[in-house]
């Protein structure tokens, strides 16, 4: 993480003490919604057990909207994430528990004196340093580790009832915002589109991690920056595409993933495979005539797997006024889909090439290309491109449709991630995405914290960057 992040958090955290700060956090868990500073006064500590009141535990002087556990579990002071507390007082966080140590000395200097322990879930008294057990601390640890059974994440896309916070707010699991740093939209998204495919979601709630590396076990601000050596940053606009590479690429080598098909969750739900014939250009007899395979020369073909399948738009118009007039060219999914036919032929500079895919993954990664770079400047196609919602029929890209249809030929819509904004000027810009909620059949928009309603007619009238769509069985 940058230093700079690292200390306007713990300024926010010191001026205010209100851990809703500014604060990304990116956990495939899922989550409970940010607290809101001044929004839950009127509930703090009256969960706490009479017996435990006046017991000489403190217990009573716990205040749980004081209480964030999204936070990077470092200690406010010295940083480290080695044995650190909460002070369940004010919520912030403090390294050991010795007589020299930052809780130890909160604790004198602000008279806070409950504290739990982040790794163990055990909680002690300061400065007199005994542990407390009671029940009425169970919420507040189920909080801070949450754990599901199979049954459990089985029933998210089943059940649409409203879960609560520590301070009673209403949430629905599965649709809270993420908090951005300051331009870590293109993580956000990625992040709720991951947590929304049912396979990467179900294996990261359900298995334990503890060997594993950090990135895997938290998915965390600190993680990204630091394993992917500072190339994704919170403060730096970046493109979600890249980050959703590098992303699926790291987990899959982190989960001891190789080279061979289905060796990790990630390639046994995005990996698909490719054929690629390709032919070295021929000198054309005709002028400005279309690119086609030379049935008498060689062609070379190759099988590929991919994770992601590139689509190209068609130019923009050359003129800006026909932008102006609002008249923004629309093309079907279907057509540049056509890439993949396995008779359309893309021409590069030394070579012809045509693709089909040879296996179909269980989940398709779509990458609208819209961005290029001219003279240093980065461009965006705005080109709308139209989809339906259900039931995309991949037959016509397929080379063994009848194989395939075995495990389906028909995808749909699992999540949208649209680009808005001036690419030339990036502060401007931002990326949002589209997820339906299955269990209530609601599509939702989400931008950071903010998780909204939308009609699922609306979805393709934005810029659509990337799209994940989910196989069906026939
Ligand atoms: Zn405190």
Known sequence: MDESISNSRKNERDEDGDSSADEAVHSLRFKKKKTESGSALETG??????????????????????????????????????NVYACLVCGKYFQ?????????????????????????????????????????LDDIKYNLNPTFTPAQVAALDKVSTQSYDLNRKPYLPGFVGLNNVKANDYVNVVIQVLAHIPPI???????????????????????????????????????????LSWFLNTLHRDLGGSKKKNSSIVYSTFQGELSIESQVIQPKTVKDAEAVFDSASAITGTKSPFLFLALELPPPPLFQEELEKNIIPQIPLITILSKYDGRTVQESVADLKRFQITRL?????????????????????????????KNLSMAEFVSNPETEKVLGLHYDLLANITHEGDPATPNSTSYKVHIQH??????????????????????????????????KSE
């Not at 004081?66 to 994430?81: G, I, Q, R, Y």
């Not at 993954?361 to 919602?389: D, M, Q, W």
């Not at 979805?459 to 769509?469: G, H, K, N, R, T």
Request: aromatic share 14%; glycine share 2%; with cysteine.
């Open 45 to 82: 500590s009256d969960l706490v057990s009479k017996k435990a009141k006046g017991s000489g535990l403190y217990l009573d002087t716990i205040q749980r909207y004081m209480l964030d556990f999204d936070f990077e579990k470092v200690c406010s002071v010295s940083l480290s994430n080695l």
């Open 96 to 136: 050991g528990r010795g007589k020299s140590s930052h809780a130890y000395f909160h604790s004198l200097h602000e008279n806070h004196h409950v504290y739990i322990n982040l790794h163990t879930l055990k909680v002690y008294v300061l400065p007199d340093s005994y542990e407390v057990t009671d029940a009425s």
């Open 201 to 243: 979601r179900d294996y990261f709630m359900l298995t334990n991690f503890d060997d594993k590396s950090e990135l895997i076990k938290r998915f965390s601000t600190l993680e990204i920056s630091n394993a992917s050596s500072r190339k994704f940053k919170l403060t730096e606009q970046s493109d979600p595409l890249a980050f």
């Open 361 to 389: 993954p269980s989940y398709i990664i779509l990458h609208i290309k819209r961005f290029s770079k001219n003279s240093f400047v980065e461009e965006k196609n705005p080109t709308i491109v139209t989809f339906p919602i």
């Open 438 to 471: 299955r269990a209530k059949e609601q599509w939702y928009q989400i931008q950071d914290l903010f998780v909204e309603e939308i009609n699922a007619h609306m979805i393709f009238l934005s810029e659509s960057y990337i799209q994940v769509w989910e196989r």
